[in-house]
């Protein structure tokens, strides 16, 4: 089975909600994990509460850090960050690397609502891109 790694600085927001969308979607095909190089320690209620809208309960997920997996090898390694690319520029076992430049959802203008669910729509749309 093919490996995914989704990648972010607090492994709170992009990264939960890109991991879970893949695995709903493509579990089947690909075993999907997300990290964080500077994991928060928890997953943003707005982040869930996103997901649920669209069905996707991802409320037991867990922040991990990047230095789990560091060993580890992946088909795909996908920063969604510019942080997580600054620290994590390279994946030692990576067959491929991307890096997908999604913007922060917790600021901005706009509701937290509206940001959360462009944010969730965005990465669908680009995992769908990248996995169909």
């Known amino acids: 089975m093919k490996r995914i790694l989704f990648l972010c600085t ?3 927001v992009r990264s939960q ?6 695995r709903t979607f493509h579990g089947d095909e690909y075993e999907v994990v997300s990290a964080g190089s500077r994991p928060a320690g928890w997953v943003h209620p707005n982040a869930i509460r996103a997901m649920a809208e669209i069905g996707i309960d991802i409320s037991d997920a867990r922040s991990k850090s ?3 997996f560091i060993d580890e090898s992946f088909d795909i390694v996908i920063t969604v960050c510019d942080s ?3 620290d994590c520029p390279n994946w030692p076992n990576a067959k491929r690397i ?3 430049p999604i913007e922060d959802p917790t600021w901005g203008e706009g509701s937290a609502d509206e940001r959360f669910a462009k944010t969730r729509d965005e990465l669908a749309r680009r995992i769908e891109e990248l996995l169909a």
Do not use: F, V
Request: charged residues 15%.
């Open 10 to 12: 607090g492994n709170a």
């Open 17 to 22: 909600m890109a991991e879970g969308l893949a």
């Open 66 to 68: 990047a230095a789990e």
């Open 84 to 86: 997580a690319a600054a």
């Open 98 to 100: 991307e890096h997908w």
